[in-house]
């Protein structure tokens, strides 16, 4: 069974990057046709799809936040990674990290990190 585990910084202060990692075990982010995504959730809102990266390595954004997206991965850690430059409060949510035969359907989820964006 494919676990995922988000990492990274609980607080970030405006106009930094945020950065997060998602640890994947039981399965390698390589195999055939999965993609592993993004999503976040802003307090008292609902569910927001940030992007992906797919087994082969290509990358798919959500147009609204692409000019500020960033996912990566390394292979040999069997990690993706996220980065959202010039955050604001408004970037204050619970970040997920999930992977499936697209993008949706998902098929395995992180418990999810809360990032606060304040001075």
């Known amino acids: 069974q494919v676990q995922l585990q988000e990492s990274g910084p609980g607080l970030v202060k405006p106009s930094q990057t945020l950065s997060l990692t998602c640890t994947v075990s039981?399965?390698?982010?390589?195999?055939?046709?999965?993609?592993w995504s993004w999503i976040r959730q802003p307090p008292g809102r609902g569910l927001e799809y940030m992007g992906a990266?797919?087994?082969?390595?290509?990358?798919y954004y959500n147009p609204s936040l692409k000019s500020r997206t960033s996912i990566s991965r390394d292979t040999s850690k069997n990690q993706f990674s996220l980065q959202l430059s010039s955050v604001t409060p408004e970037d204050t949510a619970v970040y997920y990290c999930?992977?499936?035969?697209?993008?949706?359907?998902?098929?395995?989820w992180g418990q999810g990190t809360q990032v606060t964006v304040s001075s």
């Open positions: 990266i797919g087994y082969e390595g290509s990358n």
């Open positions: 039981g399965g390698s982010i390589t195999t055939s046709y999965y993609y």
């Open positions: 999930a992977g499936g035969l697209g993008f949706p359907p998902f098929d395995s």
